[in-house]
T-cell receptor, first 111, second 117 residues
Framework: GQNIDQPTEMTATEGAIVQINCTYQTSGFNGLFWYQQHAGEAPTFLSYNVLDGLEEKGRFSSFLSRSKGYSYLLLKELQMKDSASYLCAVREGTGANNLFFGTGTRLTVIP | GAVVSQHPSRVICKSGTSVKIECRSLDFQATTMFWYRQFPKKSLMLMATSNEGSKATYEQGVEKDKFLINHASLTLSTLTVTSAHPEDSSFYIC?????????????FGAGSRLTVL
């Protein structure tokens, strides 16, 4: 089974940096994903971590610590368009294709 | 890149009718697709795994006779909500793995918002 936990809501200022945390408890961990979802739209892929450490992609970075069951998504130079829900998802087992999602963090960027 | 098309994007139906939602992988073949359901302000809940040429695998608590899944080809999976009731109103999203997005990444369709009156 999975137990994926994220803060429900966060607010940050345009131009600032925000960190969204995700903790998980799962058996057979095989990767952690971050997706962005604007209201009423499909989730879009942001990042993927399977090994410990930091993955950087432009303004977005994601960190994973498997021993701690912990990940975070870091968003730099926040823009108004970054207001969205950010979903942490865990994949289990070898060969498994499906993802189990956390409740998502609704980020609001204010001027 | 990988593109998953979902249709219709919105559908309104009367209680007791059935509704079919299509999910297509446009530029890649997907032997496996996934159907998720999302309630307002909630995250995605996996409903079932759709396997090309075989029966779908349903998650615990999902009625297979209520949510019929057919994966007749490598690029098309359909979800039919049978005898829909107001409590079935939700946002349904399909996804597939592979294509230009890479083998590890799920690409999602744009979702279908079902409203049952």
């Amino acid at each position: 089974g999975q137990n994926i936990d994220q803060p429900t809501e966060m607010t940050a200022t345009e131009g600032a940096i925000v960190q969204i945390n995700c903790t998980y408890q799962t058996s057979g961990f095989n990767g952690l994903f971050w997706y962005q979802q604007h209201a009423g739209e499909a989730p879009t892929f942001l990042s993927y971590n399977v090994l410990d450490g930091l993955e950087e992609k432009g303004r977005f970075s994601s960190f994973l610590s498997r021993s701690k069951g912990y990940s975070y998504l870091l968003l730099k130079e926040l823009q108004m368009k970054d207001s969205a829900s950010y979903l942490c998802a865990v994949r289990e087992g070898t060969g498994a294709n499906n993802l189990f999602f956390g409740t998502g963090t609704r980020l609001t960027v204010i001027p | 890149g990988a593109v998953v098309s979902q249709h219709p994007s919105r559908v309104i139906c009367k209680s007791g009718t059935s509704v079919k939602i299509e999910c297509r992988s446009l530029d890649f073949q997907a032997t496996t697709m996934f159907w998720y359901r999302q309630f307002p302000k909630k995250s995605l809940m996996l409903m079932a795994t759709s396997n090309e040429g075989s029966k779908a695998t349903y998650e615990q608590g999902v009625e297979k006779d209520k949510f019929l899944i057919n994966h007749a080809s490598l690029t098309l999976s359909t979800l039919t909500v049978t005898s829909a009731h107001p409590e079935d109103s939700s946002f349904y999203i399909c996804s597939a793995r592979g294509g230009g997005a890479g083998a590890n990444v799920l690409t999602f369709g744009a979702g279908s918002r079902l409203t049952v009156l």
